[in-house]
């Protein structure tokens, strides 16, 4: 939090109460809730808070409870009427005509009642507590309910009872003999004192250090701490209304009675003073007031007979009218006054404002000036003087006037333009017409002794008057969009900051703290306190800076923003009188002092007024206050929507952020929105925190902790299943990975193997095809040169003849064939014997030509054979095949596998 924020907020919250408070007979708002709105009795007999800020009512139909606008009545067992309350411990014990018992939340929050005793020795009227011990007192007597032993006893009094109170850390109370006394430890009823000047006993009541009673109707007696006594007599006024009730409203002798038929009554008992009235004529739902009280704010809640009222009295923005839309106001030691759209109101040393009839119809503004007020009006202006209003002039409906100041000139600003005039202490006389039109506004320049003008849409104007005062002279001014006229000087706008007129130019303002103005919209200024204040209106926002301390300045807009719609566009007034800022509304006018004390003697809390739990088919509502300190939800629950709630007065501007802890990374930006609302929530531990500024103060926090169950498959159990599982995936994935890596290493393996044997294969092969071609050209020429030795008789011819023959029929060449041709094809051969196992060594030969794709002609080369035979061994051959005619004996063999 800045200095500048910490500075302001002791300003406004220390506990300060001062007999100016109402100097002037301020409008307190009053909100009236009929039984309509609450849905409960109309009777409310009792009130009280918690201090979670809520309020509950003893109604005829039971407790009902209020927070932050929400109603809820809750009956007793018996559905018994409660006729007093007590909020102790946040337990709101009750008593009614025939029970007696307290209200506690469950764990959703929601207040249920318990029973404690019957009643029948008359009603309960008043509850206290002390000692571990509830007191009830009836007409009769006094019930006494120990909470260690859980047993209630009954003192009864002849005469019967008027009232205890819990004062002086005694149960005091007053007998219908007019004894005050006490209840000691044994619960006797300990006499102090009797009051023998009086007859009869109203009502009586406890302050912070005096008891009240009052008396005869007409008396008011306090009694101090040191038993002194004082009595005040009280005005007719109050008497003839009859009290029912009181409270305390400050130590410095301010009372409020509650009536039987003039409903709220604010009184001054040292000083004899009735300070103000609520009842029906200003807002009360109706005037028999049956109990009241005092919140921490300083404003009143009152049960009614019929309904119930609130009572804001500590407002930051006060109102002192509200009869009709202000356009000015004049404030003297002894009167004021207030221009209207009805027309003149007056109120005399303060009090409550009349209506001059005289005065009736739009007034615009109301200017004192050289010793004469003047009051301009939609018939003229009026002139008010030693209490007497009277004409002045009635040519036209004037807007405002202006004079050159030690003169008798004046200009008017009129629904016929601007005019030139002079008045002789009786009259305003026209001079001339200026002819400008658009009703603009005027304002006297005392450095320059001259008047500026500026309609909306025109030129700005300066008038300045001739030396023999009987004439104007006009300078026309181009790039200003208004003017201000302050108390010291004018200050001109050109749309994006302020100037002043020095030598014939506009000159930049650089100077606190006119130079905190900056870019477009606006169309009010004033300042005030010696410069400390600056309040001014743009672009439709009202906003007042103040000077804390070393030049920084502190911005009011956030509590100036509730006024914001009510001013009046074209025409806002505000000025500062004693240092407060007067405000002229729609309605009527609004004070506002920046550095008013406030009877908050702390900054209050936000709370989490609900929670719903919403699950796919149904939602839980948890109240606020919360049982416990933590909100257990089940594991249904799917999404949660959270309410806020601050205890404020209705003019108060209040700023929420939150985080839900365990979901969101950051706080939310700040905003008046009072709901949230999260989706698709899993389970798990959550807390969820809560920041409200209020009127742009001091930043106060409110937590709630939320556990939402876990599924069943988020379980600690489940957990650890899913990760023995994941763990087991893992390793069969290992597993796995493993044998498919072997398995690949082992296929590329392969396939490195596939491709060395396919080209050795082929390098193979390609050798027995050229053995092959050698083989067959070598049997070729050898039967050739066989072929040719034959026809050459001789005993040598013979001879190589016969070795030609033995080489063409050596096995070995065949048999050097088969080896290699059995090398490359082991798995055919091994294949074609398993199949055909009586298959002869000449049969595999013949079988390894033809898979060579060998010709007859090349195989019968080979074998050193004929053709004829080739054919005779390939049929025998396909015999034992055992193919069958139509299968060809080459195609088997190439396509066998």
Avoid at 61 to 67: D, M, S, T, Y
């Amino acid at each position: 939090m800045t200095t500048i924020n910490k500075l302001l907020w002791a300003c406004l919250t220390i506990l300060i109460v001062t007999t100016t408070v109402f100097s002037f007979p301020f409008l307190p708002k009053v909100t009236s809730y009929s039984k309509l709105d609450y849905k409960a009795g109309r009777q409310n007999w009792a009130i009280g808070y918690d201090s979670y800020g809520s309020v509950y009512f003893g109604n005829n139909e039971g407790l009902l409870h209020h927070i932050y606008n929400s109603w809820e009545v809750i009956p007793t067992s018996k559905n018994d009427n409660v006729k007093s309350l007590l909020v102790y411990n946040d337990t709101i014990w009750t008593g009614g005509s025939i029970q007696l018992g307290y209200f506690a939340a469950n764990g959703f929050g929601n207040i249920e009642y318990n029973h404690v005793a019957n009643i029948v020795k008359g009603q309960v009227w008043k509850i206290e507590t002390r000692d571990n011990k509830i007191y009830a007192q009836t007409e009769a007597g006094v019930y006494i309910y120990n909470k260690t032993i859980k047993e209630t006893s009954f003192i009864e009094f002849p005469k019967g009872l008027y009232n205890i109170i819990d004062f002086d850390n005694k149960i005091i109370g007053i007998d219908r003999l007019n004894r005050i006394g006490f209840f000691n430890e044994n619960d006797s009823f300990v006499i102090k004192d009797t009051l023998n000047s009086i007859t009869d006993i109203h009502t009586s009541f406890k302050g912070a250090n005096h008891y009240y009673i009052i008396a005869d109707k007409s008396k008011l007696i306090t009694l101090d701490r040191q038993q002194k006594k004082s009595e005040y007599n009280l005005p007719k006024e109050i008497t003839d209304a009859t009290i029912f009730k009181g409270i305390e409203y400050s130590q410095e002798g301010q009372v409020v009675f509650g009536t039987i038929s003039k409903g709220l009554i604010f009184y001054d008992y040292k000083r004899g003073l009735i300070l103000n009235q609520v009842n029906t004529s200003n807002g009360l739902i109706d005037n028999t007031t049956l109990c009241l009280k005092s919140d921490e704010i300083g404003n009143i809640w009152t049960g009614l007979d019929y309904g119930i009222g609130y009572v804001e009295n500590q407002q930051i923005v006060k109102s002192i009218f509200n009869g009709g839309a202000t356009y000015d106001f004049l404030v003297k030691d002894n009167f004021t006054l207030l221009a209207t759209n009805k027309g003149v109101f007056k109120s005399d040393n303060r009090n409550k404002f009349q209506f001059i009839p005289k005065l009736s119809g739009q007034t615009w503004s109301i200017e004192e000036i050289n010793n004469h007020l003047f009051i301009n009006h939609n018939n003229g202006i009026f002139s008010y003087e030693n209490g007497v209003f009277k004409e002045v002039y009635t040519a036209a409906g004037v807007l405002r006037i202006v004079n050159f100041k030690g003169t008798n000139k004046y200009i008017l600003s009129t629904y016929i333009g601007l005019l030139f005039a002079e008045f002789d202490g009786v009259e305003f006389k026209e001079i001339g017409n200026l002819y400008y039109w658009g009703n603009p506004k005027i304002g006297y320049d005392a450095k320059e002794k001259a008047i500026w003008a500026k309609s909306k849409e025109g030129s700005l104007k300066k008038y300045t008057l001739t030396a023999n005062e009987k004439a104007i002279e006009t300078e026309d001014y181009q790039g200003q969009d208004d003017f201000f006229t302050l108390k010291n000087k004018v200050v001109f706008y050109n749309g994006n900051y302020l100037s002043e007129y020095i030598d014939g130019s506009f000159i930049q303002i650089n100077t606190p703290p006119l130079n905190k103005i900056s870019g477009g919209g606006l169309t009010r200024l004033v300042v005030g306190n010696h410069d400390q204040y600056l309040a001014f209106i743009q672009n439709g926002k009202l906003d007042l800076l103040m000077n804390i301390h070393d030049g920084n300045y502190y911005s009011f807009n956030k509590v100036l923003s509730a006024i914001d719609t009510n001013l009046l566009e074209g025409d806002e007034c505000f000025k500062f009188i004693d240092n407060s800022l007067w405000i002229a509304t729609d309605r009527g006018v609004e004070i506002f002092n920046p550095q008013a004390k406030s009877k908050r003697v702390k900054t209050p809390k936000p709370f989490i007024t609900n929670v719903k739990a919403i699950t796919s088919d149904t939602t839980i509502n948890y109240m606020y206050p919360f049982k416990n300190t933590k909100l257990v939800l089940n594991a249904e629950v799917n999404d949660l929507n959270f309410n806020f709630g601050i205890l404020k007065s209705s003019r108060d501007f209040v700023e929420f952020s939150y985080k839900l802890e365990g979901y969101d990374t950051d706080w939310s930006s700040w905003s008046v929105n009072e709901v949230k609302e999260y989706t698709q929530i899993k389970g798990g531990n959550y807390k969820m925190r809560l920041r409200s500024r209020l009127n742009g103060g001091v930043v106060a926090e409110y937590s709630l902790l939320l556990s939402i169950e876990l599924e069943w498959f988020e379980t600690k159990w489940m957990i650890i299943l899913y990760l023995f599982v994941i763990l087991f995936l893992v390793f069969l994935f290992y597993l796995f990975y493993k044998y498919s890596t072997a398995k690949k290493l082992k296929k590329l393996q392969l396939e490195q193997q596939l491709i060395l044997d396919e080209e050795k294969i082929s390098f193979k092969n390609e050798q027995l095809l050229k053995y092959t071609e050698l083989l067959t050209q070598k049997n070729q020429l050898l039967r050739e040169l066989k072929d040719d030795l034959i026809g050459v008789k001789h005993r040598v011819t013979d001879l190589w003849i016969k070795k030609i023959d033995k080489e063409m029929n050596t096995e070995k060449k065949s048999l050097i064939f088969h080896e290699l041709f059995k090398d490359l094809h082991k798995d055919f051969i091994s294949k074609m014997e398993a199949k055909h196992p009586t298959l002869t060594q000449n049969d595999i030969r013949l079988i390894s030509l033809i898979k060579f794709n060998l010709g007859n002609h090349e195989i019968a080369n080979l074998m050193n054979i004929t053709q004829k035979s080739v054919i005779v061994n390939r049929y025998r051959l396909k015999k034992k095949l055992e193919l069958s005619n139509d299968m060809d004996l080459d195609h088997y063999i190439k396509e066998f596998e």
